[in-house]
T-cell receptor, first 113, second 113 residues
């Protein structure tokens, strides 16, 4: 069965520090992978996606993610975090059939000055 | 271009009542998805509609139902409300296709008392 694991429920980083949010997936076929961000009281905004090709994908707001098939991972990174990055981050895998997305439980990011 | 819109933003009901939530997709998108985001449970897939038909359904009881109208907008109906139905209900839309990105609305927060 498809599943997504985000091992870190909550992460705190200092403004200007680097960030890595972990995502591991379980899926039998080639996955379609996504990272979304949710600010308080808001819906989900797409940060980036991976379908095929280059395993390092660039997204909006300076985020990038690397697909590692051998590790079944799709970790999100940012070299220098801004206070406005404080939000909930969700990793998702898209199924090949049924158009269903499977989401992780999210990682809450706090940025301290 | 307008994004996905949802109404109402908040809804308060009592146990046993029915709730109706509405969603308008991005212009040109034919697929509409519904997700439930309950505290501590992440996003759970509810329903997928395309071209007026229910295409896929998550692991929810039949009292969760919906429909899609000819203009591709959608309704989610929850009958016989239970306390645990309290959650943020997110709607997303996309073009048809397994690789298509889902774009999310701001959600409807349902509180069942």
């Amino acid at each position: 069965a498809q599943s997504v694991t985000q091992p870190d429920i909550h992460i705190t980083v200092s403004e200007g520090a680097s960030l890595e949010l972990r995502c591991n997936y379980s899926y039998g076929a080639t996955p379609y992978l996504f990272w979304y961000v949710q600010s308080p009281g808001q819906g989900l905004q797409l940060l980036l996606k991976y379908f095929s090709g280059d395993t390092l994908v660039q997204g909006i707001k300076g985020f990038e993610a690397e697909f590692k098939r051998s590790q079944s991972s799709f970790n999100l990174r940012k070299p220098s975090v801004h206070w406005s990055d404080a939000a909930e981050y969700f990793c998702a895998v898209g199924a090949n059939t049924g158009n269903q997305f499977y989401f992780g439980t999210g990682t809450s990011l706090t940025v301290i000055p | 271009e307008a994004g996905v819109t949802q109404s109402p933003t908040h809804l308060i009901k009592t146990r046993g009542q029915q709730a109706t939530l509405r969603c308008s997709p991005i212009s040109g998108h034919t697929s509409v998805y519904w997700y439930q985001q309950a505290l501590g449970l992440g996003l759970q897939f509810l329903l997928w509609y395309d071209e007026g038909e229910e295409r896929n359904r998550g692991n929810f009881p039949p009292r969760f139902s919906g429909r899609q109208f000819p203009n591709y907008s959608s309704e989610l109906n929850v009958n016989a409300l239970e306390l645990e139905d309290s959650a943020l209900y997110l709607c997303a839309s996309s073009l048809l296709g397994v690789q298509e990105t889902q774009y999310f609305g701001p959600g409807t927060r349902l509180l069942v008392l």
